[in-house]
Each structure stands twice: as C-alpha cells, then as structure tokens.
C-alpha cells in the first residue's frame, strides 16, 4: 500500500522569508502524481502544484517550487517569499490510477 | 460550472441514527473518493469508485457504505452514527492519464456531528 509522510506538523515562517515542507512516500509503481493542496480555515482544498513522475524537470508555480528525488521518493515543498495569505494547512498526495493518498499534513505560520 | 458539490455541509446526528451524504460532479470524471478527516490524521480515504457501478475499500472502511448508480453521483452513508463518526468529509473527484491531469477536484466538505 502507497504511504505518505509528512514529519512537520506545524511550521512556521517571517513573512518575505522562504520555507521548505517535506514529504516522503512509499510505492513500487513507475506511474503516479504528486501533488501539493493548501486548506486555509475555510477548509476548501486548492491546488498548489503537480509533479508528474516521469518528469524529470522540478515543477514550478510562481512562488512555489518542488524539489523531487524519485529515488529517494521524497517531494517538498518550497515556498518563497512567503506571504500572509500563505498561512494554511499543506497536504501532501501521492496519486495512482486509483487511489489518492494523503499525508497527515503540516500546518504553517506565517509571523508578520 | 459547478465542480463537486457535497450535501448537506453540517448536520448533526444522534448515536444510532443514519444519514446520506451526496457528491455530485459534472466533470465527467470516472473516479470519485469519499474522504473523513480529523485533526492531526490528514485525509484518510472511506471508499472509492473507479467508474459507474464499482466501488472499493479504502483505509477506514468501517461503519460506511457507498453507492455510484450513476456516474456523476457518489453516495456515502452511515447506517448507525457513532461518536467516533464524528469528522469533516470529503468528496472527490478525477480523471487519469489521456483523459486529464490526474487532479482531484474537491467538494467544500461535510462537517458531521455525532452526539
């Protein structure tokens, strides 16, 4: 079974500074996604970015970047910049073609 | 264009009571997940369904049954409310590989009471 696992909790950040958020996961298929999804207190799920796997190339979303070492089966999240509206809870995803499975996430704050 | 769309977005039940909680998408995807989550736990997967007519465990199956009549509709219900059922749910919904990005689209959730 796909495992994900993301070690913060909670993270924080100064505002304008960057911040890293890690996430490993466990799998023995060649064909899957990654994703990053921000919560804000309202509890919608967003998008933030996705990572093919056979892509070799980091995917890149403005101020969002991911660093994926599929060997080492890891995928976190940089986030630059950080700004106010940034503060959320970050889920990580490993996504087969049937399942989607989450880490148990890492909260972030972001200190003005 | 709607997305997912869950109903109902609270209710509260009494222990033993059943409910039905409905996602709806009109994205024409084939995959649909029912989510709970609780603090600290992430989202952990209920049920799931590869297409119209299929369904399949996922990792907190117990005490939930599910339904996909038709391919837009995803059923989740509760036959006997416990406290422990108490959580927010999720519905989802994707496509895979030619037909799309892989991306789950998410409804606003279900928070669920249990007293």
């Known amino acids: 079974a796909q495992t994900v696992t993301q070690s913060q909790p909670e993270m924080s950040v100064q505002e304008a500074e960057t911040v890293t958020l890690s996430c490993t996961y466990d799998t023995s298929e060649s064909d899957y996604y990654l994703f990053w999804y921000k919560q804000p207190p309202s509890r919608q799920m967003i998008l933030v970015i996705r990572q093919e796997a056979y892509k070799q190339q980091n995917a890149t979303e403005n101020r969002f970047s991911v660093n994926f070492q599929k060997a080492a089966k890891s995928f976190s999240l940089k986030i630059s910049d950080s700004q106010l509206g940034d503060a959320a809870m970050y889920l990580c995803a490993y996504r087969s073609e049937e399942k989607l499975t989450f880490g148990t996430g890492t909260r972030l704050t972001i200190i003005p | 264009n709607a997305g997912v769309t869950q109903t109902p977005k609270f209710r509260v039940l009494k222990t033993g009571q059943s409910m039905t909680l409905l996602c709806a998408q009109d994205m024409n995807h084939e995959y649909m997940y029912w989510y709970r989550q609780d603090p600290g736990m992430g989202l952990r997967l209920i049920h799931y369904?590869?297409?119209?007519?299929?369904?399949a465990k996922g990792e907190v199956p117990d005490g939930y049954n599910v339904s996909r009549l038709k391919k837009q509709n995803f059923l989740l219900g509760l036959e006997s409310a416990a406290p422990s059922q108490t959580s927010v749910y999720f519905c989802?919904?994707?496509?895979?590989?030619?037909?799309?990005?892989?991306?789950?689209?998410f409804g606003q959730g279900t928070r669920l009471t249990v007293v």
């Open positions: 369904s590869v297409g119209e007519g299929t369904t």
């Open positions: 989802a919904s994707s496509s895979w590989g030619a037909w799309g990005s892989a991306e789950a689209f």
